[in-house]
Nanobody
Framework: QVQLVESGGGLVETGGSLRLSCAAS????????MGWFRQAPDKEREFVAA???????TCADSVKGRFTISRVNAKNTVYLQMNSLKPEDTAVYYC????????????????WGQGTQVNVSS
């Protein structure tokens, strides 16, 4: 059974940083891209960032220059380094895995984690 387990969420002040981690287990993810979505209260879920097996990555315009996605294939782990956080970044962040080498602003994914809450105070 595939599991994606996120960690690293919490409360931070505007301008602060957090690093989210996601550990994947239950299968081989060598053909899978991994990424992050987020959902704020009363808003639709939105794509944040994605990275494929070879390290190619992309991210949403709203986080470009502030967030960086990375992965360690040997550990089946993906990270999201979030800097210069803003109150509008407050959301539940979901780790995802998608059976594709193509990275773009996905609408959905094959596997989802339970989510980790990020709160940015103003």
């Amino acid at each position: 059974q595939v599991q994606l387990v996120e960690s690293g969420g919490g409360l931070v002040e505007t301008g602060g940083s957090l690093r989210l981690s996601c550990a994947a287990s239950g299968r081989t993810f060598s053909n899978y891209a991994m990424g992050w979505f987020r959902q704020a209260p009363d808003k639709e879920r939105e794509f944040v960032a994605a990275i494929n097996w070879s390290g190619g990555s992309t991210c949403a315009d709203s986080v470009k220059g502030r967030f960086t996605i990375s992965r360690v294939n040997a550990k089946n782990t993906v990270y999201l380094q979030m800097n210069s956080l803003k109150p509008e970044d407050t959301a539940v962040y979901y780790c995802v895995a998608k059976n594709t080498p193509f990275i773009y602003a996905w609408k959905t994914a094959d596997y989802w984690g339970q989510g980790t809450q990020v709160n940015v105070s103003s």
